[in-house]
């Protein structure tokens, strides 16, 4: 197993793993599958802020990917920052998410990060789970905020802060 910084050649892997979750679940409130251009136009934008986009290979195969980016643009929110992890659903529940969890932290500096914030498409037990694993704790639910398969959804709103800002 490696972990390494994502780049846009990675774009057809992180579509195959993404757009499962958009075409099948609610995980995710997009509802058109995203092309390789534009999730290579994704991965730019997060690297070129600075922040962390890595990737997960199992022989040499993507199978999940974690990136950080802002959580609002309002300079005010700067310390504060939204993670996003996703698996290959051939992999879910195998630890990769722990994995990736444990690498992300150590890339964030909490000098320059006060808060992750994940937003969580809820009932997901499992995302609940992992990030309660690693301290997140739920702050806020928002009810019926997306409709997404003819339903409307919830999402909740887990929160880690790391340490001072500057």
Not at 21 to 50: I, K, W
Not at 89 to 103: A, F, I, N, P, T
Not at 137 to 146: A, D
Request: net charge negative; with cysteine.
């Amino acid at each position: 197993m490696v972990i390494r910084k994502a780049n846009p050649d990675d774009a057809s892997a992180l579509c195959r793993i993404y757009n499962h979750y958009v075409v099948h679940t609610a995980v995710t409130f997009e509802t058109d599958p995203v092309s390789e251009a534009e999730m290579g136009q994704r991965v730019l934008e997060v690297q070129n802020e600075n922040l962390p986009y890595f990737v997960l290979e199992v022989e040499g195969r993507v199978v999940g990917y974690y990136y950080v980016h802002k959580w609002k643009n309002r300079c005010a929110y700067s310390s504060t920052k939204e993670v996003t992890v996703y698996l290959d659903k051939e992999y879910v529940g195998k630890g990769l998410g722990s994995l990736l969890y444990e690498h992300m932290l150590q890339q964030i500096d909490p000098e320059q990060t006060h808060v992750l914030i994940a937003g969580i498409c809820i009932p997901n037990d499992g995302s609940v789970r992992l990030h309660e694993k690693f301290g997140f704790v739920q702050v806020s639910t928002m009810k019926e905020v997306g409709r997404k398969f003819d339903e409307w959804r919830d999402v909740g709103h887990w929160m880690l802060t790391l340490g001072k800002t500057i």
